[in-house]
């Protein structure tokens, strides 16, 4: 017989979270306690919060503002909006599904504003609308190439996120750069993984997040449905 698998200390605090943003004891939009309130709240380390709020982020129920805390912006629907991400659905009644097409190893085929060159763990992902299996976006992560990346190309990401294969390997952005711009037509193999006209604009962004010593962590280019998706920015 198979034992049930042995829930951890950060998959326990992330589970008490989403139960209290699910039940509307938070709400879309509110601030959630500092890291240090939720060391205190859980008796764990920082190490063991930014892992619970790094589950909670890859299932798109908190975005992480560096320097401000962590928002809720669960609405019903669940969306990855990794740190740093300006992005918003702007429809909340939208079912999205997520699909991996391909973990790689290779030299770096994305064009960066910032140099950044050599070997590459290349993960390529699409979210798609689980109605009609229509692409709403597609999102080509680069993250510099480490020896201890090697079994993620066998094995996969760990629990199926990039966030917190990341974060389990001690690569937290603390801060980072972001470029939008219109993409006026799709390329014939895009358009294809979208199922999409080739003529459909698309929302493109490109988003560089580095650790607290300036390292580079990933380059993510996504293209992202304009109806659906929008930028934010406050200052």
């Not at 590459?120 to 510099?144: A, C, I, Q």
């Not at 066998?154 to 199926?160: A, F, S, T, V």
């Not at 895009?190 to 580095?210: F, G, H, K, Q, V």
């Amino acid at each position: 017989m198979t034992s049930a698998a042995v829930e951890t200390k950060p998959e326990r605090i992330a589970r008490l979270l989403e139960a209290q943003i699910r039940s509307g004891q938070l709400q879309d939009g509110s601030a959630m306690s500092s890291e240090n309130g939720l060391v205190a709240r859980f008796a764990v380390s920082r190490t063991t919060v930014r892992k619970s709020l790094n589950i909670l982020a890859e299932k798109g129920l908190i975005r992480t503002k560096v320097g401000i805390g962590s928002f809720v912006t669960f609405a019903g629907n669940v969306i990855d909006s990794g740190p740093g991400w300006s992005v918003a659905l702007s429809n909340a009644d939208t079912r999205m599904g997520t699909r991996i097409l391909s973990i790689a190893r290779g030299e770096m085929d994305l064009d960066c504003p910032v140099s950044l060159d050599g070997e590459m763990l290349s993960v390529d992902r699409l979210r798609f609308r689980e109605e009609t299996g229509k692409g709403l976006s597609l999102e080509r992560s680069r993250v510099p190439w480490r020896a201890d990346f090697a079994p993620l190309l066998k094995d996969g990401l760990d629990g199926g996120s990039l966030n917190a294969t990341l974060a389990a390997r001690g690569l937290v952005p603390a801060s980072g750069e972001e470029w939008a711009s219109v993409l006026p037509v799709l390329s014939a193999e895009d358009a294809a993984i979208l199922e999409r006209p080739e003529a459909s604009p698309m929302l493109r962004l490109r988003r560089l997040t580095r650790d607290a010593a300036g390292n580079p962590v990933e380059f993510v280019e996504s293209l992202l449905d304009p109806e659906l998706f929008g930028l934010h920015m406050t200052f």
